[in-house]
């Protein structure tokens, strides 16, 4: 059953049919994807998409891959052109480095210089991300802040004004925060737009 591993967990040595057999599986799902349409994901992503996809073909039936075992994989499709890697500076909660999958080969462009079509793709990826965590936070505050109204009315009903007035202080501060959010996730929402008409 050692044979169904991509290499073996104690050497260097490597399975070049095991490889060779995940990678046309990985390649089989990655032709289903739109044609000259960019599959963006993040860097720490790869090991969640790609081993769903492995294990049903039976490639780690016996053997679980390990996550070093798929990163060998992901380098391959690099080599391949099937797949190219974005490492970004300044990485924060809202930029991370990324990955493009395409149903073809890729053009990689002069240099480290990135094709449009994938930076545009890249940008519609990173205004998503954002949107989502936005909706997140929105989602949270909204929740506080029935919480606050609700804690306020039962000090009222209490007669305890003061502890009322604070609660609802404290919604009022968590109001202005969502309507922050409200408008920058309308910004998101109209440069999306934007990188979409540019990309027709």
């Known amino acids: 059953q050692r044979q169904m591993c991509i290499r073996d967990s104690n050497t260097s040595i490597f399975n070049p049919g095991m490889v060779e057999f995940a990678i046309q599986c990985l390649e089989n799902e990655m032709d289903q994807l739109a044609p000259n349409t960019p599959h963006i994901m993040g860097l720490s992503e790869w090991n969640s998409w790609a081993r769903p996809y492995l294990v049903e073909s039976n490639v780690n039936n016996c053997l679980d891959l390990s996550n070093d075992d798929t990163d060998i994989l992901l380098q391959v499709l690099v080599d391949l052109k099937r797949a190219r890697i974005i490492r970004r500076e300044n990485l924060d909660s809202m930029r991370t480095d990324v990955i493009v999958l395409s149903s073809g080969a890729m053009t990689t462009g002069d240099g480290d210089q990135i094709p449009e079509n994938i930076r545009i793709a890249i940008s519609l990826w990173d205004i998503k991300i ?6 997140k936070k929105l989602q949270e505050w909204s929740e506080q802040a029935a919480e606050c109204t609700k804690n ?24 202005k925060r969502i309507d922050s959010d409200s408008r920058l996730q309308i910004q998101l929402l109209q440069t999306s737009i934007e990188q979409i008409d540019k990309n027709r």
């Not at 954002?130 to 909706?135: H, Y």
């Not at 039962?154 to 502890?163: E, G, L, S, W």
Request: cysteine-free; glycine content about 0%.
């Open 130 to 135: 954002a949107e989502e965590k936005i909706e």
């Open 152 to 175: 306020a009315l039962k000090f009222k009903k209490r007669n305890q004004i003061k502890m009322a007035t604070t609660q609802l202080a404290k919604r009022n501060l968590i109001q």
